[in-house]
């Protein structure tokens, strides 16, 4: 099965304005956020102009339409990854659904399978974004826990080759990304998800990376816990995901409180609703969920499968012509084994900022610095990067547009 990316391109209205003196847009910046289709734009505006009114909380037609228009959302995302609609929760970004976890198993008192101590043990990777690294760093403040975590080889993969000495039996948690935004890396969670259940961790995938790109089935995973963001899903943003197994879910706390996560309130007490509402106080970003729930509906049309059948032949094509640039250095896989469509690089005597602006002038938008992962910048003895990560609506011009502006710049900057 496969798509055309100029058809693909007509549902995206961004792709019909010009930038910098009437200039193509070439958009290369999926890793941080995708563009949204009319598909999704339509549904949250619809959502409002229609429907607008608080979820859960009303009697009359518009909160009941509103109701069934955030749940119907709900199932869509839980049909999407393979989950019941009760597992999938609505957070306003990843970021959030990670520090949900954290933070509820900061609340859990003794007793709880969930609580930490002194002698506990957390186990990341040097691979990590900010928001799986920054919560379980705080975690382990708060409760005197250890952190560990798993380093990365000189060729961009996670070393597992000593994984009983970084998980042991006092781990109880393991938060892992399962594809870099960085290294463009895709990690091997078998390995990882059966030493962790060995010792009675739980896996926490940060899934930001692999969702919006490849076929994805929580059950198949084997995780307990996973989390990503609506914006990079080609969703809206301010709405994330967080799913989680049932009987963990109703043995977690909750993070926040207040209205629409309870059961019964005294003045003294509070008695908790069941999963996904005990995690969802207050008025949730509704419309956003209606147009996350659109995307997915979007992309399943399409088919998640050509859709990562796409991106390895872009990022082979990709790979292929970025190799032959002097002086270019891959910082990730140099091949299409076990990767995504994520390419990062440096290029000697030109600084990635440097290189960014120069691109931008040309039409190419492209992502410079560190990309939240400033342990993995160090580990990979590297400053920043420049990051060009492709989606759905990008092709081989969209490279040979980038190559070229890349051998443009190096002109340009060898003449001073």
């Not at 043990?121 to 040097?126: A, L, Y």
């Not at 990365?152 to 039996?169: C, F, G, Q, Y």
Request: net charge negative.
């Amino acid at each position: 099965m496969s798509f055309s990316v100029t058809d693909i391109r007509r549902d995206f209205p961004i792709f019909e304005r010009t930038i910098r003196d009437g200039k193509r847009l070439v958009y290369l910046d999926s890793g941080a956020t995708s563009q949204k289709p009319w598909a999704v734009i339509n549904a949250e505006t619809d959502f409002y102009t229609k429907h607008n009114a608080a979820v859960h909380r009303g009697a009359h037609q518009l909160a009941e339409e509103a109701t069934d228009a955030y749940e119907g959302a709900r199932a869509k995302v839980a049909g999407f990854i393979g989950a019941q609609p009760e597992e999938v929760i609505f957070t306003k970004s990843a970021t959030e659904s990670l520090n949900l976890v954290a933070y509820a198993m900061g609340n859990a008192e003794s007793g709880n399978r969930f609580a930490l101590g002194e002698g506990d043990e957390i186990v990341v990777s040097e691979m990590e974004h900010h928001a799986n690294l920054v919560p379980w760093q705080q975690l382990a403040k708060r409760t005197g826990a250890k952190l560990s975590w798993f380093k990365v080889t000189s060729d961009a993969r996670l070393d597992l080759t000593n994984i009983d000495e970084v998980i042991t039996p006092r781990t109880k948690v393991v938060a892992i990304t399962h594809q870099s935004n960085v290294l463009g890396t895709i990690n091997p969670l078998d390995a990882i998800v059966k030493r962790a259940h060995e010792v009675g961790a739980v896996v926490v995938l940060d899934a930001c990376q692999s969702v919006p790109h490849m076929p994805i089935d929580v059950a198949a995973l084997g995780v307990d816990f996973l989390a990503f963001s609506g914006h990079k899903a080609i969703g809206p943003t301010g709405v994330g995901i967080l799913w989680g197994r049932s009987p963990l879910l109703s043995e977690l706390p909750p993070f926040l409180t207040g209205g629409s996560m309870v059961t019964s309130v005294t003045m003294t007490d509070a008695t908790w609703a069941q999963a996904p509402q005990k995690f969802e106080a207050g008025v949730p970003n509704m419309a956003q969920a209606v147009g996350l729930g659109a995307a997915c509906n979007y992309l399943t049309s399409i088919g998640m499968q050509a859709i990562r059948d796409h991106e390895i032949a872009l990022t082979d094509y990709a790979l292929k012509k970025l190799v032959e640039i002097a002086e270019l250095n891959i910082i990730g896989p140099s091949t299409n084994e076990s990767r995504g469509s994520t390419i990062s690089f440096t290029i000697n005597e030109i600084h990635p900022h440097d290189l960014g602006q120069f691109l931008d002038s040309q039409g190419i938008a492209v992502r410079t610095g560190h990309h939240c992962a400033w342990p993995l910048a160090k580990s990979m003895n590297v400053q920043s990067t420049t990051r060009a990560s492709f989606y759905l609506y990008n092709n081989e011009e969209d490279v040979d547009v980038l190559v070229q502006g890349i051998q443009s710049a190096q002109k340009y900057f060898g003449r001073f």
